[in-house]
């Protein structure tokens, strides 16, 4: 069984910084490039960012790159977003996910785990 749990997040002010973790199990982590997603209230799902299987490729979105760092263990199974220089729009709850940019969108939605929620706010 497929099981991804997200932890880090919390209250951070404009500016601030905030290191998210997920812990993975119940699959090959280290066959497949991983991404993070996030929703914020009443939007829909926004990918956010991805690492290849690897972890020497690495993709963002226009609105979190240069900001944001995505990195992973693959000896713990472990994925990891560094959120750096933190706006009020990058509040909402983040999810890592299997796949890249575009291939996230094939796996299951039930395969998610809770998210772990980011509020920025001063």
């Known amino acids: 069984e497929v099981q991804l749990a997200e932890f880090g997040g919390g209250l951070v002010q404009p500016g601030g910084t905030l290191n998210l973790s997920c812990q993975t199990s119940?699959?090959?982590?280290?066959?497949?490039?991983m991404s993070w997603l996030r929703q914020t209230q009443g939007k829909a799902v926004e990918w956010v960012a991805a690492?290849?299987?690897?972890?020497?490729?690495?993709d963002y979105a226009d609105s979190v790159k240069e900001r944001f760092t995505i990195s992973r263990d693959n000896d713990k199974d472990e994925l990891y977003l560094q959120l750096s220089s933190l706006k009020t729009e990058d509040t909402g709850t983040y999810y890592c996910?299997?796949?890249?940019?575009?291939?996230?969108?094939?796996?299951?939605?039930?395969?998610r785990g809770q998210g772990t929620q980011v509020t920025v706010s001063s």
């Open positions: 119940g699959f090959p982590f280290y066959s497949y490039p």
């Open positions: 996910v299997k796949g890249n940019r575009i291939s996230w969108t094939y796996y299951s939605a039930a395969e």
């Open positions: 690492i290849g299987n690897q972890g020497d490729t690495t």
